[in-house]
C-alpha cells in the first residue's frame, strides 16, 4: 500500500467520525478517489506528486471515456476535499487543485407531478387492506414532509408526535430537522399504525414502515411499489419517489412559502441547493404577474 492509499484511508476515517457521513456517502468518495489513484498510478504518478496538469489529464481521460460533466464535478470535488484535508495536517504543502477547472454542468430542472397527479398517486392504494393502509400512509408522508426515501424508510415510532402533527427527520450528515405533517398525512399514519403496524411489528420494533414479514420496509421496495401506484393513477410520466419530494417543494413555493423555510424542511444545507426550484416556479410566478399586475 502506497503513501496515497494510506492517505485516502484516513480521509475517509476524518469524514466518517468528524463529519458524521453515512456509509453509502463515504463508498462514494472511497470509489472516486480510488478511481483517481488508479488513473494517477497508471500515468506513473501518486496524490504526493500529482499536479493540476496531472489530475486534468486524468478528467479528460474519464471524459473521453464517456463519464458525464456532474460524475466528473463529483470525482473533482471529493479530491479537493482530500487534498484541503491533506493540506490542513500538514501532509503536502501544496493544493493542486485550486488550479483545475471544474466542467461546465448544464442545470436540470427536477421532474414533478401536478396538484391532481399527486391526489390521484396519493389515492391509489386500497386502504382496505393492511398493505394499502401502509402504502398510503408512506405516500401521503413523503409528500407531506417532503422526505428522501432513505429517509421515509428510516422513521422510527419515535420520530412521530401526530398530536402535534410534526416528525423529526434524521437527515444527511446524520442531522435532524422538525417537519410538519398535515392532517391526511397524520390521518393515514394513524390508520396504518392502529389497523396494519400493530398486527406486524415484534415487541420493541422502532421503525415504523414494516412489511408483511415484520422487516423494514427498504428503498427497492418502495421504488416499485410508487412505480406500481403512478401506473395504476395513470400517471406516465417516469416515476420515482424523489419526484414527490420536488412536487412538496414546488408546491409549497407556488403556495407562497419562503425559501428558507422550504430550505429547512427539505434538510438543504446550502439554500442554493433549494433555490433550483425559484425557476420551477417561473411559469407560475409570470401566470400570477399577469392575473394581478395592473400592468401584466
Same mark, same amino acid.
Given at each position: 500500500m502506497t503513501a496515497s492509499d494510506g492517505w485516502v484511508d484516513l480521509y475517509l476515517d476524518h469524514l466518517r467520525v468528524e463529519r458524521g457521513l453515512s456509509r453509502r456517502t463515504l463508498e462514494a468518495y472511497s470509489a472516486d478517489l480510488c478511481r483517481v489513484l488508479a488513473l494517477l498510478e497508471a500515468d506513473g504518478q501518486d496524490l504526493a506528486r500529482a499536479d493540476a496538469a496531472a489530475i486534468t489529464a486524468v478528467?479528460?481521460?474519464?471524459?473521453?471515456?464517456?463519464?458525464?460533466?456532474?460524475?466528473?464535478?463529483?470525482?473533482?470535488?471529493?479530491?479537493? !476535499?482530500?487534498?484541503?484535508?491533506?493540506?490542513?495536517?500538514? #501532509?503536502?504543502?501544496?493544493?493542486?487543485?485550486?488550479?483545475?477547472? +471544474?466542467?461546465? @454542468?448544464?442545470?436540470?430542472? %427536477?421532474?414533478?407531478?401536478?396538484?391532481?397527479?399527486?391526489?390521484?398517486?396519493? !389515492?391509489? %392504494?386500497?386502504v382496505k387492506t393492511a398493505r394499502g393502509m401502509r402504502d398510503a400512509a408512506m405516500l401521503q408522508v413523503m409528500y407531506a414532509a417532503g422526505l428522501r426515501v432513505s429517509e421515509l424508510v428510516g422513521l422510527e415510532i419515535g420520530d412521530l408526535e401526530l398530536r402535534a402533527g410534526?416528525?423529526?427527520? #434524521?437527515?444527511?450528515? +446524520?442531522?435532524?430537522?422538525?417537519? %410538519?405533517?398535515?392532517?391526511?398525512?397524520?390521518?393515514?399514519?394513524?390508520?396504518?399504525?392502529?389497523?396494519?403496524?400493530?398486527?406486524?411489528?415484534?415487541?420493541?420494533e422502532r421503525r415504523v414502515f414494516l412489511t408483511a414479514r415484520r422487516k423494514g420496509m427498504t428503498r427497492q421496495a418502495f421504488?416499485?411499489?410508487?412505480?406500481?401506484?403512478?401506473?395504476?393513477?395513470?400517471?406516465?410520466?417516469?416515476?420515482? %419517489?424523489?419526484?414527490?419530494?420536488? +412536487?412538496?417543494?414546488?408546491?409549497?413555493?407556488?403556495?407562497?412559502?419562503? @425559501?428558507?423555510?422550504?430550505?429547512?424542511?427539505?434538510?438543504?444545507?446550502?439554500?442554493?441547493?433549494?433555490?433550483?426550484?425559484?425557476?420551477v416556479t417561473g411559469d407560475h410566478l409570470r401566470a400570477m404577474h399577469a392575473r394581478c399586475h395592473p400592468r401584466g
Open positions: 478528467l479528460v481521460r474519464l471524459s473521453r471515456d464517456g463519464l458525464g460533466a456532474r460524475s466528473q464535478a463529483r470525482l473533482l470535488s471529493s479530491l479537493r !476535499g482530500l487534498f484541503r484535508y491533506l493540506k490542513e495536517e500538514g #501532509l503536502t504543502a501544496v493544493n493542486p487543485t485550486q488550479l483545475v477547472l +471544474s466542467p461546465r @454542468l448544464t442545470r436540470r430542472l %427536477p421532474s414533478l407531478l401536478t396538484r391532481d397527479e399527486v391526489l390521484r398517486l396519493l !389515492g391509489a %392504494p386500497d410534526y416528525l423529526t427527520v #434524521l437527515g444527511k450528515g +446524520s442531522k435532524r430537522r422538525l417537519v %410538519p405533517l398535515g392532517r391526511p398525512a397524520c390521518a393515514a399514519l394513524d390508520l396504518y399504525l392502529v389497523e396494519a403496524r400493530s398486527a406486524w411489528a415484534r415487541p420493541g421504488w416499485k411499489l410508487i412505480k406500481q401506484y403512478a401506473a395504476a393513477a395513470g400517471i406516465r410520466k417516469r416515476m420515482t %419517489p424523489h419526484m414527490l419530494r420536488h +412536487s412538496f417543494a414546488t408546491h409549497l413555493l407556488q403556495g407562497g412559502a419562503d @425559501l428558507r423555510a422550504v430550505q429547512t424542511m427539505l434538510g438543504h444545507a446550502d439554500i442554493s441547493t433549494t433555490q433550483i426550484y425559484t425557476h
